[in-house]
């Protein structure tokens, strides 16, 4: 098994470079002793309160989003499942910007994860009662069609009754994410709910694996199904929840990750999720470092970024299941 | 609506309509229509008792006008066309922003509509002055305003001893440099704007990491507007807090900072007093 370390160095360089890439121009070396050295210059404020947050907020976001995707394609044995296509992280979206907009979020911050952990839920039942226990493609897709229009809609909706001047153009960011003046604060609102989701995707290992035999093998193997069935919705919306609340809706990095993953795992559900999660970080951390060294002076949106790379192999995937989709 | 107008005002006026005629009375515009927040504070500052008919809606506000108490004596327009039409206005003030549409459509029905462009700097303050005093055939009052605004702002920008680097914040990163009307505000009161260390004459934004990096020792935030918003949270940036020598001023209120009229000196005697109160705590 080469892929673990190989993976862990990746994500370890591009959270360095992460680090290091920013709108101010700083000398490598000036700036990680800053970051080390915590001396209340101005360097060291930049690099410990806005980007060190950055780059473990990309991190983490991007590993919560590549397991999400690999274990509801793991239960669903469909490659096109994944949290943004079917609408998981636009319910998210929706949840945390009724927190905040409600001002929920101001009495009582884990209302913001809270309430994008929710809706979160509420889609992945929905997505899992529409589909059925072997998720067919083209029912997967139309509920997840239906379930992101809705989110997105509602969304929009809420933000343009806000009585803020500004709250309009949050459409784009709810929609697309960013990690643009992350802090502590998101990381530390974030990272309880991720740990919690991440170790209960984690254990969903030996069940997928013993899935891709089939329902009723998996069941004469001893595993739950209920059980399995509840663990992965609330870790999915657990993941996808917290990411989503402080980042927005950032697509296609579960389905992007998995697809590189699968054949260098052999196609074996339980080693799929921690490829993915590392992969996943790698992901964003490399996506969020190409937003501020393409166009350091806008916030370009990581989602466009992800969108790019994803829709041309989304569209590839349906091609190559379109036979069953006939 | 006479209740709002300070009687010393209506004695030079009663005396100017004696002395100037009916013909002079006929040629001032008496059904005036502003569908500008700014041309809204100017016209109050100089249009005579029931010159006005109505002011934009934003005049009300009181985040954004610092003349709402006195625009609340009159009703309010949506700046829409139609509306301001069946005001049946012989006189329409707009800013160069209103939408162009609005302002050809009511020129094509035959309405007098005179443009205002947002004032740049302080210096563009009594060119607006004279101006809204032409239009309304208020000339010699407008002359005494300005007068009056110059003399204050002379006593308020007197030269400091020295000059603190400030910076001016926005929400979405926002700032301003110096060839603005706030930036305006802010040297005449005595600061040094740190946007033109980073290239920004007008405006521009800022990054958090540039912001932080230029340490200024003071930022002026930008004001709190209703609901929430994400590009509001850079304001709450914990690394805003974290300068050792920065401090973060609190928030700027828009209604003096936007508009080119005599009420800028509040916004320059506030941050007058800022640069004052920096000085006794060092």
Known sequence: ?326 | MWGCVRPSRIIPLLAALVLTGAAAVAEAPQRVVSVNLCTDQLALLLAAPGQIVSLSRLSHDAESSSMAAAARAYPTNGSGAEEVYLLNPDLVLAGTFTAPTTVQMLRDLGIRVELFGPARSLADVPDRIARMGAVLGHEAEAEAMIAAFRAELARLSAAPDRRPRAALYYVNSYTLGDRTLAGDILRAAGFDNVAAEAGLEQGGTLALEHLILLAPEVIVSGRDYPGQARAEEVLSHPALHALPGTRVAGTLTDRDWICGTPLVLTAVEKMRALRLSLETGE
């Not at chain 1, 995707?69 to 998210?92: C, H, T």
């Not at chain 1, 490829?275 to 501020?292: H, P």
């Open chain 1, 1 to 326: 098994m080469r892929l673990a370390p190989g993976l862990i160095l990746l994500v370890a360089v591009l959270f360095v470079l992460s680090l290091l890439s920013g709108q101010a121009p700083v000398g490598a070396g000036q700036s990680l002793t800053a970051l080390i050295a915590g001396d209340g210059t101005p360097l060291a404020v930049v690099m410990r309160e806005i980007r060190l947050p950055r780059a473990l907020l990309a991190a983490m976001i991007g590993a919560v989003l590549g397991l999400s995707g690999a274990a509801m394609q793991g239960y669903l044995r469909n490659p096109l499942a994944e949290p943004g296509l079917i609408g998981v992280s636009g319910a998210s979206a929706l949840g945390a910007v009724l927190a905040i907009q409600t001002g929920l979020s101001l009495m009582f911050p884990l209302a913001l994860p809270l309430a994008a952990l929710g809706m979160a839920v509420l889609a992945v039942l929905l997505i899992l009662a529409l589909a059925g226990p072997r998720g067919a493609s083209i029912t997967l897709i139309l509920a997840g069609i239906a379930i992101s229009a809705l989110a997105g809609a509602l969304t929009s909706l809420v933000l343009n009754l806000s009585p803020n001047p500004f709250a309009a153009a949050d459409i784009v960011f709810w929609m697309m994410g960013s990690l643009a003046d992350r802090s502590f604060t998101h990381v530390w609102l974030a990272a309880p709910f991720m740990a919690v989701g991440a170790l209960l995707l984690a254990s969903l290992g030996r069940g997928l694996d013993a899935l891709t035999l089939g329902e009723d093998a998996a069941e004469a193997l001893g595993i739950g199904l209920s059980g399995l069935r509840l663990r992965l919705i609330l870790g999915t919306a657990a993941c996808v929840g917290a990411a989503t609340a402080v980042a927005g809706a950032i697509g296609f990095v579960g389905l992007v990750v998995p697809h590189l993953l699968r054949p260098a795992v052999g196609a074996r559900p339980s080693s799929l999720l921690w490829a993915s999660a590392l992969g996943g970080a790698a992901m964003v951390l490399a996506a969020d470092i190409a937003v501020r060294e393409l166009l350091p002076a806008r916030d370009l949106k990581l989602g466009v970024l992800m969108a790019l790379v994803g829709a041309p192999l989304f569209l590839h995937l349906i091609y190559k299941t379109r036979k069953e989709m006939a």
